[in-house]
């Protein structure tokens, strides 16, 4: 009898964020993001929403003790070679994951600091800020906060590339962590992000598009971090391939009713290398 090939083995990342029922952001464009790049996608929900591109209409945060739980059972079940966060929405789940990631042991941890969706609504407490800076941020290999995201981290307004750099040394210092700025809010022709890292500064700028939605972006934006880190690639190389992914996605949207998301499997079976 012949014998069935070796299977391939996938590194495995570990999102832990909240549920959009709209689909195109959260858990579920993070794991759609893993297995775009070729690898194995674990998860650990931190709050149910009700959304879709236009409006956030309700969010139920998960009990803390449940998101310990299934971060423990993620990591004791699988290699998870890097973990992202994204929607935390409270000090409790904030101190319940930073705990988790320390005693889980997982080597690389990316920080997206959600704070307000882009229909306005916020995705964390405020007084869920704090716990945010003090607790999880030091822990991340890198952190990845949009312009508005930055400002309040550094409690001054950015209204340039050479205030993001700055900004981006700023906070990178502040936490001990490597910082990516993201620019689109800034005007321009160009889209510019700003990683900060270990006293080395990389600049990343690609063509303004004429974007109809850009619903979940930054989620794909950290997640596609987050894989490439799990296949090994330096941390500069990985958030300029993520840039990159982020781009091709919104470029080949797709229609879907009312709405146009990201096309977030585009890179199909041949994960960019």
Not at 61 to 73: C, S
Not at 82 to 100: C, D, H, N, W, Y
Not at 116 to 138: H, I, N, Q, T, Y
Request: glycine fraction near 10%; aromatic fraction near 6%.
């Amino acid at each position: 009898m012949k014998m069935a090939p070796a299977p391939k083995t996938l590194p495995v990342a570990l999102t832990i964020a909240g549920s959009d029922s709209g689909g195109g952001a959260g858990i579920q464009a993070d794991i759609r993001t893993f297995a775009a790049l070729g690898v194995f996608g674990t998860s650990a929900l931190t709050c149910v929403t009700a959304q879709n591109p236009a409006a956030v209409t309700g969010v139920w945060p998960m009990p803390p003790a449940a998101v310990t739980q299934q971060i423990k059972a993620a990591c004791e079940g699988f290699p998870v070679s890097a973990a992202k966060t994204g929607m935390l929405f409270s000090q409790e789940i904030i101190r319940a994951v930073a705990a988790a990631d320390m005693g889980q042991g997982i080597p690389v941890l990316v920080v997206d600091p959600v704070m307000v969706a882009a229909s306005g609504a916020r995705l964390l407490e405020e007084d869920a800020v704090d716990a945010l800076c003090e607790e999880l941020m030091p822990q991340a290999r890198v952190i990845t906060p949009n312009l508005p995201e930055a400002e309040i981290l550094c409690g001054h307004p950015i209204a340039s590339v050479e205030d993001m750099k700055a900004t981006a040394r700023e906070i990178g210092d502040r936490f001990d962590v490597a910082c990516v700025i993201k620019g689109a809010h800034l005007p321009g022709e160009q889209v510019v992000d700003v990683l900060y890292d270990e006293g080395e500064e990389f600049v990343f700028t690609a063509p303004r598009l004429d974007v109809l939605e850009n619903h979940g972006a930054g989620c794909v934006f950290s997640a596609a971090i987050t894989a490439f880190l799990a296949r090994g690639e330096l941390l500069s190389d990985a958030v300029g391939k993520a840039k990159e992914f982020v781009r091709h996605a919104i470029q080949q949207h797709v229609s879907a009713g009312r709405h146009y998301p990201l096309n977030i499997s585009w890179a199909g079976s041949t994960p960019a290398g």
